[in-house]
């Protein structure tokens, strides 16, 4: 990005599509980052019963096609997928709060299960975030294309 700033000195839509790309890359940096956090957690998570598994589970698969998606939409220019995957972080959202409350129920029922219920909580919540980072991934795609960023006026 930075060679083609430094030599092609692109105007409009192309500034638009390299800027879209820097921003995209902070965003993926932290994707990986938690995604390395969640991999460490889930050494201790393995044995946990709790109802919120599945939850994680289902939150974890959306996450994962968040990403995809997000990157997907920004290779093919399609705003129709960026938007699904930004519409998807609401499900995300709501799959992070059933794990809440499934892990406070899990620690009043045992309280002997609070340490893993806590591990479980943060692999829950680097899931959100991760979904939230796709999110913001799928909103500089919509920039690229568009020139308008969340409710900014076009450019």
Not at 5 to 14: S, W
Not at 64 to 91: G, H, K, N, P, Y
Not at 118 to 123: K, Q, T
Request: hydrophobic share 50%.
């Amino acid at each position: 990005c930075m060679r083609m700033l430094l030599q092609q000195q692109p105007v409009a839509k192309d500034l638009r599509v390299i800027s879209a790309a820097l921003k995209m890359i902070s965003d993926m940096e932290r994707i990986g980052d938690q995604a390395a956090d969640v991999a460490e957690l889930s050494g201790y998570v393995g044995e946990v019963v709790a109802r919120g598994k599945l939850h994680i589970t289902k939150m974890a698969r959306a996450a994962v096609s968040m990403v995809t998606e997000s990157i997907d939409a920004f290779v093919a220019r399609d705003i129709d997928l960026a938007q699904r995957v930004i519409a998807c972080d609401d499900t995300v959202d709501s799959l992070f709060d059933q794990v809440k409350n499934d892990l406070i129920a899990l620690i009043r029922e045992d309280a002997a299960n609070g340490e893993q219920a806590m591990d479980l909580l943060m692999v829950g919540k680097y899931l959100e975030r991760i979904g939230d980072h796709a999110t913001n991934v799928a909103e500089w795609v919509v920039f690229s294309i568009t020139g308008q960023h969340k409710n900014e006026r076009v450019l």
